[in-house]
C-alpha cells in the first residue's frame, strides 16, 4: 500500500502557528481544560548494534517515518500491530524519548512543547507501577505529596484525592491494599484505575495511556475505556495506543490514528475510516469488528493482497515488451521461472498455520468444539486457499500484460490456474511438513531445502534430459517444474521467433561461423530441446500432477492432526 496515498487529510485549523511562524514563548503550565497536540514531520529512528563483539556493526532502524496529526481533546487512539511504532510515537508526543535520532516538531496549543512537559502531563504506563504494600489512597497521597506544588495545603491535597477516588469509582477499595504477587489486593481493574489516579492528581491537560487495556478481561478493559471516556467528556485530551480492542471499546474513541511500519496509514474521525477505506478499496464485512478489520488491511494478507502486487509491477517492468526473437525467448523463460518460484517460497508463510494454534487447537479439540475433519476443511477453505491463492492472481494480472505475454483470453487465464494451483501446492506441502511440528524454525529449514531442490529441477537451471539416469527421477517430485512447463506450454506453443528465415536459411546453406543450432525459430523448437512436448496433454499433465500432490499432502496434514498426542 502507497502510504502517502493512504493518509487522511486532516483541517489543521485548531493549529494557531505554522512551522515557518516564530513560536510564542513556551508555556511554564498546563491549562486544566484540554489542550491540543499536534505534531509534524515526526522522524525517529535508533542504532541497533549487530554482528560479533569483535567486530560490531551499528545500523539505523527507523521506527516512524514522516507522521503528521493533531489530537485534541476527547478520545485519541493510536492503533497499529507489533511494531508498528503506536509505543514510539506515544512516548515522543510526552516527551519521553531520547532526542538523539528524533526529528520533527511537537507543539502544545500551537507552541512547542514546554521544558517541564513531562512533570505536568499525565502518563500512565502499561504495567501498572503502584506500590502494592500500600492502601489505594496511599498511592494517591505519595502522588500528591510529591508531585502538586508546596503551595497547596495538606487539606486541599486531601479533598483533591477523594476526588479522584469518587472519579474513578475506587470509594469501595480506598483503604484497602493495591497487593502484591504474595498478598491479596484489589481487582485488575482497580489497579489499573489507581494507576490511573496517580497521575490524575494533578489535573492535567494531557493524559497519555500506554496500551491501558493490557491485562485486562474484556469487561474490566471496556470499564476502564468508559472512565476514560467520560473525563474526555469533561474537557480532558485522552491520548492512548492501543493494540486490537473489541469494538464496544473502538466505537468510544474520537480521533484514530492507524501506524503501519512507523508509517501513517490514516489520521481523521474513527467514525469516517471505515468510508476512508471503502473508498480506496478495502470495505469491511458486516459484523466484523472495524479494529480487525484495519489491522488485516494494514499488517495482515490484505497489506501483503498489495506487497504482491507492487512486485508484480516490479517484475512487469524488468521484462517490459519482449520481443519476438531470441532474447524475447530468455526473457519469457526468465520471467516465467521468476513467477513460479516465487508463489514457492511466498507460501513458507502457511508453515505458522498450525504451528502458532497448535496449543489452541490441542485444547478446543479436547474440550470438544469441533472435530478435526471441521477444523481442517474450515482452515483449508478460509485461512490456506484464498490467502495463496489471491496473491498468484495478483501478481499474474499485474505483471502477464507488462512483460507481453501471449494475448489471448484463453492463455491469460491458464496462466492465472496454473500459478494459482502451484502456490496451493507448494502451501499444501508445507503445511504436511510443518503439522505437528513445536517449533517455525525446524519447519521453515527443512521446506527451504526441499525447495531448492525442487528448484533445481524445475527445468530452466538445468536441462532435464540430460540429468543422469538414476536422478532425473526427482524432477516427478517438483512443483516448480510443473508450473513452469505449464506455463512454457501457454506461452511458446505457436510463437515465431525468425522474422526473416529466408536470411536464416541461407545463412545456413553458406555455413557461416555462427552456430546455427542456437538459432530457434518457433516455440515448438524452444520447447523440445527442454524436452517438452508441444501438445494439449503436455499442458494439462502438469495440472492434474499438481492436483495429485496437492491432495497427498493435505492429506499427509490431516491424518498428522488426526494422530498427534494431543494431552501433555
Known sequence: MDDSSAIREVPMNDVSITLEQTPPEPATHLKSTGSTVSFYNIYYRVKVNSGLPCCRKINVKEILDGVNGIMGPGM???????????????????????????????????????????????????????????????????????????????????????????????????????????????????????????EL????????????????????????????????????????????????????????????????????????????????????????????????????????????????????????????????????????????????????????LFIAEKKIFMHEYISGYYRIHAYFIAKLFVDLIPMRALPAITIVTASYFLIGLKLQAGAFFIALLTLAQVSVTAASLGLAIATGQNTTAAATLMITVIFVLMILFSGLLVNLPSVVVWLNWLKYFSIPRYGVTALQVNEFVGLKFCNNSESVSIAKENNHSMNFELIICTGEEFLAKQGIEATEWALWQNHLALAGIMLICFMISFLKLRFMKKTS
Open 201 to 352: 492528581i494533578i489535573d492535567p491537560s494531557v493524559l497519555f495511556l500506554d496500551e491501558p487495556t493490557t491485562g485486562l478481561d474484556a469487561g474490566t478493559a471496556l470499564t476502564v475505556l468508559l472512565l476514560l471516556q467520560r473525563m474526555s467528556r469533561k474537557g480532558k485530551t485522552i491520548i492512548f495506543s492501543i493494540h486490537q480492542p473489541r469494538y464496544s471499546i473502538f466505537k468510544l474513541f474520537g480521533s484514530l490514528t492507524l501506524l503501519a511500519n512507523g508509517r501513517l496509514v490514516y489520521h481523521g474521525p474513527s467514525a469516517e475510516a471505515l468510508d476512508y477505506f471503502s473508498g480506496i478499496g478495502y470495505t469491511c464485512e458486516p459484523f466484523n469488528n472495524p479494529a480487525d478489520f484495519f489491522l488485516d488491511v494494514i499488517n495482515g494478507d490484505l497489506f501483503a493482497v498489495m506487497v504482491t502486487l507492487v512486485l508484480g509491477l516490479i517484475v512487469g517492468a524488468i521484462y517490459f515488451g519482449v520481443q519476438d526473437d531470441n532474447a524475447g525467448i530468455q526473457n519469457r523463460a526468465g520471467a516465467i521461472f521468476f513467477l513460479t518460484t516465487n508463489q514457492c517460497f511466498g507460501s513458507l508463510s502457511v508453515i505458522e
Open 76 to 198: 485519541n487512539a493510536i492503533l497499529g500491530p507489533t511494531g508498528s511504532g503506536k509505543s514510539s510515537l506515544l512516548d515522543i508526543l510526552a516527551a519521553r524519548k531520547d532526542p538523539s535520532g528524533l526529528k520533527g516538531q511537537v507543539l502544545i496549543d500551537g507552541a512547542p512543547q514546554p521544558p517541564n512537559f513531562k512533570c505536568i502531563s499525565g502518563y500512565v504506563v502499561q504495567d501498572d507501577v503502584v506500590m502494592g504494600t500500600l492502601t489505594v489512597r496511599e498511592n494517591l497521597q505519595f502522588s500528591a505529596a510529591l508531585r502538586l506544588p508546596k503551595s497547596i495545603c495538606n487539606a486541599e491535597k486531601n479533598n483533591r484525592i477523594d476526588q479522584v477516588i469518587n472519579e474513578l469509582g475506587l470509594m469501595k477499595v480506598a483503604d484497602s491494599k493495591v497487593g502484591t504477587p504474595f498478598t491479596r489486593g484489589v481487582s485488575g481493574g482497580e489497579r489499573k484505575r489507581t494507576n490511573i489516579g496517580m
